[in-house]
């Protein structure tokens, strides 16, 4: 369905998320987190899946944390 990222675009993997750089970022600092087998929304998640996207947001969100970028929302 939807093509897997360059491998030097992937951020990390946790399980079955992936953050990865999109190829024409709107933003300087622009992540897309994605589940690698498709789901339709949050609720469909398992518990293992949440656990992989609570870790995967640690991780992201701590790299970029490293850069000085906020992420907060103005």
């Given at each position: 369905?939807?093509?897997?990222?360059?491998?030097?675009?992937v951020?990390?993997?946790?399980?079955t998320?992936?953050?990865?750089?999109?190829?024409?970022?709107?933003?300087?600092?622009?992540?897309?987190?994605?589940?690698?087998?498709?789901?339709?929304?949050?609720p469909?998640?398992?518990?293992?899946?949440?656990?992989?996207?609570?870790?995967?947001?640690?991780?992201?969100?701590?790299?970029?944390?490293?850069l000085?970028?906020?992420?907060?929302?103005?």
């Open positions: 369905l939807c093509p897997a990222p360059a491998g030097d675009l951020v990390a993997t946790r399980g998320w992936r953050a990865a750089v999109p190829e024409a970022a709107r933003y300087p600092f622009e992540v897309v987190l994605s589940t690698i087998p498709h789901r339709p929304d949050l469909s998640l398992n518990g293992g899946e949440r656990d992989d996207l609570a870790a995967l947001l640690v991780e992201v969100l701590s790299r970029l944390d490293r000085g970028v906020s992420y907060r929302p103005n």
